[in-house]
């Protein structure tokens, strides 16, 4: 079966770094997307990254490791309004997008 | 301008009922998505429309009927609703239907069936 792996809930500390692990195993690959979801509201994308590799894009970096199964979002200076739920998203090789139950991320002050 | 839209934002109504929810873009987009969330968060592919031709059916009940008048909108109507049919319904689109295109998410629909 398909499967994507994530946390289901971290905390951080405004202004510091945190870092939202997420592992694959799907049948091919040909891509993996990062969506934020604030609560009661509808995801929106941050990040594609298909080649490995780190994709800096901000406060915000998203890095791949194909022969890993692996991906992790990277925010750094960490602001309140960065609660939020995290969504990995990857491609099969039918091109089908399957959605991680996402990482409800809290930040504290 | 909001890109994407739905309405109603919230739907309450009760079982054996059938409701539809609207969906429009002007992002000149070429494919629009539905796709439900239920409790867990999960993001569940209903439906995708590009250029008015249904070109991913996902094994949903075939209470669902996505309809499309024309390229900027992709309208769902829900025949003979369930209880298990709440949860929140969003509607999506993207630019060329590729599926590495960046999908636009609408605010969502909360549907709750009583």
Redesign the interface.
């Known amino acids: 079966g398909q499967n994507i792996d994530q946390p289901t809930e971290m905390t951080a500390t405004e202004g510091a770094i945190v870092q939202i692990n997420c592992t694959y195993q799907t049948s091919g690959f040909n891509g993996l997307f990062w969506y934020q979801q604030h609560a009661g509201e509808a995801p929106t994308f941050l990040s594609y990254n298909v080649l490995d590799g780190l994709e800096e894009k901000g406060r915000f970096s998203s890095f791949l490791s194909r022969s890993k199964g692996y991906s992790y979002l990277l925010l750094k200076e960490l602001q309140m309004k960065d609660s939020a739920s995290y969504l990995c998203a990857v491609l099969d090789s039918n091109y089908q997008l399957i959605w991680g139950a996402g990482t409800k991320l809290i930040i504290k002050p | 301008d909001t890109a ?1 839209s739905q309405t109603p934002k919230y739907l309450v109504t009760q079982m054996g009922n059938d409701k539809s929810i609207k969906c429009e873009q002007n992002l000149g987009h070429d494919t629009m998505y539905w796709y439900k969330q239920d409790s ?6 209903m439906f995708s429309y590009n250029n008015k031709e249904l070109i ?1 059916n996902e094994t949903v009940p075939n209470r669902f009927s996505p309809k499309s008048p024309d390229k900027a909108h992709l309208n769902l109507h829900i025949n003979s609703l369930e209880l298990g049919d709440s949860a929140v319904y ?1 509607c999506a689109s993207s630019q060329k239907g590729l ?2 295109d ?7 629909t909360r549907l709750t069936v009583l």
Not at chain 2, 40 to 45: W, Y
Not at chain 2, 102 to 108: A, E, K, N, R, V
């Open positions: 994407v867990k968060k999960f993001l569940k592919i991913i969003f599926a590495s960046t999908q636009y998410f609408g605010p969502g």
